[in-house]
């Protein structure tokens, strides 16, 4: 019934009969011919295109969490921008990109040619930038959480710098002392007492 009612209507199939097959034979050697020019096309732009970074600008939080997410459609959209003919339905996405990062996307050129593009997934290009950059999503929490680095770092720093201060004046009070004690000693031999210390 329903290669009775659609297939056959819509032309999308035909019935086994010793005359289609003949007229199937002879036109398959002009689709495998197609098909080994389109797959040569393909391969030709998988050498250029394959391992190249695309950048998408999208609105998110402070987590990372998108606003919205990055379709198959918007991946297409930067890869054409960048100067290759891509469409949406040669995107292989299987879920929406729904954060900020760096993201492998398979996209398939030809059935039997395929790459991977990566999607870097920022709110600024200065992030973007960043991001490729450290190889990981930049996210205002990690900010934070560097900025209280620095900060503990340099507080560590401005102690160990007031203890090598302090450590500076003792070992220089120390050292006083002793030569003090040292120049009194030599006064003392010089009276013509006897020490045995020196």
């Known amino acids: 019934g329903y290669a009775r009612n659609f297939l056959l209507p819509q032309n999308k199939a035909l019935r086994a009969t010793n005359a289609n097959r003949a007229q199937f034979e002879t036109q398959r050697s002009h689709l495998e011919a197609e098909n080994l020019s389109r797959r040569g096309e393909a391969e030709q732009v998988a050498v250029k295109l394959d391992g190249l970074t695309f950048h998408v600008i999208r609105q998110a939080g402070e987590s990372g969490q998108l606003y919205g ?16 003919t891509v469409g949406r339905n040669q995107v292989v996405l299987n879920t929406p990109i729904k954060t900020l990062g760096l993201h492998a996307i398979r996209v398939a050129l030809h059935p039997d040619v ?85």
């Open 69 to 84: 997410s990055v379709s198959s459609r918007d991946i297409a959209t930067a890869v054409t921008e960048a100067g290759f």
């Open 114 to 198: 395929s790459i991977t593009v990566t999607a870097n997934v920022a709110r600024t290009a200065d992030e973007a930038a960043l991001q490729l950059e450290r190889g990981y999503a930049v996210t205002d929490i990690d900010r934070e959480a560097e900025e209280d680095a620095a900060e503990a770092a340099l507080a560590a720093a401005e102690v160990a710098l007031a203890l090598a201060d302090d450590k500076t004046a003792e070992a220089e009070a120390v050292q006083g002392l002793l030569e003090e004690e040292v120049a009194g000693q030599l006064t003392d031999g010089d009276d013509g007492s006897e020490n045995k210390n020196t």
